[in-house]
């Protein structure tokens, strides 16, 4: 409930780790609790189409992409990742 009450939450490298089903099922409900309230940002590397895998339930992550596109900007960034740069 703590998270669902900031005006803006952002979700860094969301599928850097495993996500375990039922902290999936704990997305969904954070995101439910935001619908339509709060703006959520969330960064990753995963496509949306992959996101089934990444929740271990393709209808949690219908679920949770059902709440997240709706009235959503996407920015996609392309190019190579400062990351990646040898030094």
């Given at each position: 409930r703590r998270y669902a009450r900031y005006e803006l939450l952002i979700i860094d490298e969301?599928?850097?780790l495993p996500i375990q089903r039922h902290e999936a099922d704990l997305i969904f409900q954070l995101l439910n609790m935001r619908y339509e309230t709060h703006s959520t940002i969330f960064t990753t590397n995963i496509s949306l189409s992959g996101w089934g895998?990444?929740?271990?339930s393709p209808e949690t992550a219908a679920a949770i992409l059902d709440r997240m596109v709706h009235h959503v900007k996407i920015y996609k960034i392309k190019g190579k990742s400062y990351r990646m740069?040898?030094?």
């Open positions: 969301i599928g850097y895998e990444l929740f271990r740069k040898q030094t």
